[in-house]
Nanobody
């Protein structure tokens, strides 16, 4: 069955950096567009960044453009999110899953436990 395991979160000061990883199994990783999502307390889960399976192109939420970089290693079935210049408003639990077309069509895989990112001085 599909399993998504997110790691790499932590507590970081404003302006700091973190690199998140998502180890995927149970499906042909290279065939799927993948995304990072996040959920902050009291807010809905939101799409952060997407990397397309067809050509590796990427797309970002406006608030993270220029600060976050999504990447994938198909040989390792792993998705990454490099987060730089972190801000307190980036504080959330971060999750990986399929791209938004699948997720918002009700075809999301089971959500992993996520990884907590806290940006605070």
């Amino acid at each position: 069955q599909v399993q998504l395991v997110e790691t790499g979160g932590g507590l970081v000061q404003p302006g700091g950096s973190l690199r998140l990883s998502c180890a995927a199994s149970g499906f042909t990783f290279s065939s799927y567009t993948m995304s990072w999502y996040r959920k902050a307390p009291g807010k809905e889960r939101e799409l952060v960044a997407t990397i397309f399976s067809l050509d590796g192109s990427t797309k970002y939420q406006d608030s993270v453009k220029g600060r976050f970089t999504i990447a994938r290693d198909n040989a390792k079935s792993t998705l990454y999110l490099q987060m730089n210049s972190l801000k307190p408003e980036d504080t959330a639990v971060y999750y990986c899953n399929a791209g938004p077309q699948r997720v918002y069509s009700g075809l999301a895989w089971a959500w992993g436990q996520g990884t907590q990112v806290t940006v605070s001085s």
